[in-house]
C-alpha cells in the first residue's frame, strides 16, 4: 500500500526482545521483522544507528508497519539502542532532529508541527492521539517506546528549534 499524505511522525527504540542497548542496523532489524513477523519487509521507514547514521528501511512511498492501525497515516523512524535503559546518543539525537525536519518538509508538515507539536510522537504518546480522537481505530498501547528515558517534549522542542 502506498504512503500518501502522512499527518504524523512516530519515534521508535529498537528494544524489542532485548536486554541491553545493541546497535541494530536496518538489515538485522528487516530480518527479524521478515522472518520472525512474517512481515513483507522492515516497519520502519529509517533507523538511526547509535553513530548517528542513518539507514533506510521500508520505502518511504511504502505504509510502514511500526503502530497497529496508524500506519497508513504516520512515517516510522526507530533509534538503535534501548530507550528504557539510555537515552539516544548526542550523534542519534543530532541526526534524527535533521531527519525529522527534512521530513516535516518532505511532507508539508512544518507548519502544523509548528502549530501542534504532537505531530510527532513517540508511539507511547499514540494513546494521547487516540484520547483525542486523532488516532481513531487504533488500538492503544502499553509500550513504553521509544523508552522511558527518551524525553520527547525535549525531543520536540529540538526540532522546533532547528526549523
Known amino acids: 500500500m502506498q504512503l500518501k499524505n502522512p499527518t504524523h ?4 527504540t529498537a528494544a524489542a526482545g532485548t536486554t541491553k542497548a545493541i546497535d541494530q542496523s536496518a538489515a ?5 521483522h521478515v ?4 512481515w513483507s519487509d522492515i516497519g520502519y521507514h529509517f533507523v538511526v544507528r547509535l553513530d548517528g547514521d542513518v539507514e ?6 511504502q505504509v510502514g508497519a511500526h503502530v497497529e492501525g496508524f500506519n497508513s497515516q504516520s512515517v516510522g523512524i526507530c533509534f538503535a539502542g534501548h530507550g528504557d535503559l539510555q537515552d539516544f546518543t548526542p550523534e542519534q539525537k543530532k541526526a534524527g532532529i535533521t531527519l525529522v525536519c527534512q521530513m516535516l518538509e518532505h511532507f508539508e508538515l512544518t507548519d502544523e508541527f509548528k502549530k501542534n507539536p504532537m505531530r510527532v510522537i513517540g508511539h507511547r504518546e499514540i494513546n494521547q492521539l487516540i484520547d483525542a480522537g486523532v ?7 502499553s509500550k ?15 526540532v522546533l528549534a532547528a526549523l
Open 9 to 12: 511522525i512516530v519515534i521508535h
Open 28 to 32: 538485522t532489524i528487516r530480518a527479524y
Open 35 to 38: 522472518k520472525t513477523k512474517k
Open 56 to 61: 533506510e528501511g521500508r520505502p518511504l512511498n
Open 135 to 141: 488516532a481513531k481505530g487504533t488500538p492503544k498501547t
Open 144 to 158: 513504553t517506546c521509544p523508552g522511558k528515558k527518551v524525553d520527547m517534549s525535549a525531543f520536540r522542542k529540538a
